[in-house]
Nanobody
Framework: QVQLVESGGGLVQAGGSLRLSCDASGRTLSSFGLGWFRQAPGKEREFVGA????????QYADFVKGRFTISRDNAKNTVYLQMNSLRPEDTAVYYC???????????????????WGQGTQVFVSS
């Protein structure tokens, strides 16, 4: 029903910025909440942030507050993760995810999400 594709990753120096995009096929994203997660080598997948279907609710992991911003553009069927002031410890594969049901807000709980993208690699050099 929902197929997600992340893009925008790459190599950036510490202090720099990247904007990741999450695009959907099969269904529009306008009626789905969306979460961002990341996984660094040798570490568990961790929550980054989430946005509700109508953008009324947003939340972020403590370690990205003030640096990362989630937004959505329904006209483009795209959800963004703007990442500023990047640090080497932000190096990871970043994933977007959507719940199974429309209008559902998954928040920070990974098992509330059903659809996952393939991930996009972010590498932050020191």
């Amino acid at each position: 029903q929902v197929q997600l594709v992340e893009s925008g990753g790459g190599l950036v120096q510490a202090g720099g910025s990247l904007r990741l995009s999450c695009d959907a096929s099969g269904r529009t994203l306008s009626s789905f909440g969306l979460g961002w997660f990341r996984q660094a080598p040798g570490k568990e997948r961790e929550f980054v942030g989430a946005i509700s279907w109508n953008s009324n609710s947003r939340q972020y992991a403590d370690f990205v507050k003030g640096r990362f911003t989630i937004s959505r553009d329904n006209a483009k069927n795209t959800v963004y993760l703007q990442m500023n002031s990047l640090r080497p410890e932000d190096t990871a594969v970043y994933y977007c995810a959507a719940p199974k049901d429309q209008f559902y807000y998954g928040g920070s709980v990974s098992n509330r999400y059903h659809y996952w993208g393939q991930g996009t690699q972010v590498f932050v050099s020191s």
